[in-house]
């Protein structure tokens, strides 16, 4: 049974900084991609970094620079560090997990990184606040 939880949302000021963590059960890293996406209310997913199998990152222009995705694969866990947050940061972040054998997560043209992309497991979210 897939298990994906996450954890450190909060608020911060512009310019400040967040690390997000995921911990995951029911599926080895080494055979998932897995990743991060974010939605506002009212608005549609919007994907914004993932992992592949081989070590490769992607992520989406808008958090390109300022994100930083990384996992250790020995405890099943999936981080995204946030620096330089803006406002329009401001959402709840998921951690999703998917087969690598999808494809979702080759480049940052791939379907991750579409506007709406449903993957196939994510968590409950955890929720970000960048105010003035």
């Known amino acids: 049974q897939v298990n994906i939880v996450e954890s450190g949302g909060g608020s911060v000021h512009p310019g400040g900084s967040l690390r997000l963590s995921c911990t995951t059960s029911?599926?080895?890293?080494?055979?998932?991609?897995v990743g991060w996406f974010r939605q506002i209310p009212g608005k549609g997913r919007e994907g914004l970094s993932c992992?592949?199998?081989?070590?490769?990152?992607y992520y989406a222009d808008s958090v390109k620079g300022r994100f930083t995705i990384s996992k250790d694969s020995a405890k099943n866990m999936v981080f995204l560090q946030m620096d330089i947050l803006k406002p329009e940061d401001t959402a709840v972040y998921y951690c999703?997990?998917?087969?690598?054998?999808?494809?979702?997560?080759?480049?940052?043209?791939?379907?991750?990184?579409?506007?709406?992309?449903?993957?196939?497991?994510w968590g409950q979210g955890t929720r970000v606040i960048v105010f003035s």
């Open positions: 029911g599926f080895s890293l080494d055979s998932y991609a």
């Open positions: 999703a997990a998917e087969a690598s054998s999808l494809g979702s997560c080759r480049s940052e043209g791939s379907s991750w990184f579409r506007p709406g992309y449903e993957n196939d497991y």
């Open positions: 992992s592949n199998t081989d070590g490769s990152t």
